[in-house]
């Protein structure tokens, strides 16, 4: 198992540009989580997958933010039009389960993202 | 709603001597709760998780932590501190209005210094 993957570890921007991140999770794990972190900070969550379908999403995810899980296994969190308030750490989660007491996240190194 | 306080942003101990850092939590039901440390450049670690099993919880790398429903609190410590322990540690209650959505709610984060 090589754990949660994600790419770009780094990314900087220019405002207004469009961004994407993917998340490879741990396989066989049927959920998988997205997570924003700004300096100084805890992380906020910000959606979650059960296999493909989208069960949640937090109102911090604006319409210009857009997250898909096609096959149910890796995902992508697509930026639109990036502004400089989007400058974080993006952080992506999976685990096994359907949310019990026993369920626990794995978390994936993060994508930086840097908008100028 | 659930939340967590972590009651110190700061904390500095010298090598060997205990480490206690602080979580309340507000819940309205028997909250799952978690302590995830978070390195330099790592991702986010987790150290332990209460599931309503025992009210001591242990961790790895010798950390535990105590469940108390009438304090509301979940305080974490370790009987001797390692300058490797120095880092950045995470309260966090598992969200939804019964807990059994799978979003985590983070504190806001205690760094823990170790002096030589």
């Known amino acids: 198992d090589t754990g949660v993957s994600q790419n770009p570890r780094h990314k900087i921007t220019k405002r207004g540009q469009n961004v994407t991140f993917r998340c490879d999770p741990i396989?066989?794990?049927?959920?998988l989580y997205w997570y924003r972190q700004t300096l100084g900070q805890g992380p906020e969550f910000l959606t979650y997958?059960?296999?493909?379908?989208?069960?949640?999403k937090s109102r911090l995810l604006s319409d210009r933010f857009s997250a898909e899980r096609p096959k149910g296994s890796f995902s992508t969190l697509e930026i639109q039009r990036t502004e400089q308030g989007d400058s974080a750490m993006y952080l992506c989660?999976?685990?096994f389960g359907s949310g019990g007491y026993q369920e626990t996240q794995y978390f994936g190194p993060g994508t930086r993202l840097l908008v100028l | 709603a659930q939340s967590v306080t972590q009651l110190d942003s700061h904390v500095s101990v010298s090598e060997g001597t205990p480490v206690l850092l602080r979580c309340n939590y507000s819940?309205?039901?028997?909250?799952?709760l978690f302590w995830y440390v978070q390195h330099p450049n790592k991702g986010l670690q987790l150290l332990l998780k209460?599931?309503?099993?025992?009210?001591l919880v242990k961790g790895i790398n010798g950390f535990e932590a105590e469940f108390k429903k009438s304090e509301t609190s979940f305080h974490l410590t370790k009987p001797s501190a390692h300058m490797s322990d120095a880092a950045e540690y995470f309260c966090?209650?598992?969200?939804?209005?019964?807990?059994?959505?799978?979003?985590?709610?983070f504190g806001q984060g205690t760094t823990l210094q170790v002096k030589p």
């Open positions: 966090v209650v598992r969200g939804g209005s019964s807990g059994n959505t799978g979003k985590l709610i």
């Open positions: 819940s309205s039901y028997s909250p799952s």
């Open positions: 396989s066989e794990h049927n959920r």
């Open positions: 209460y599931t309503s099993a025992a009210t």
């Open positions: 997958f059960q296999n493909e379908a989208q069960l949640e």
């Open positions: 989660a999976s685990s």
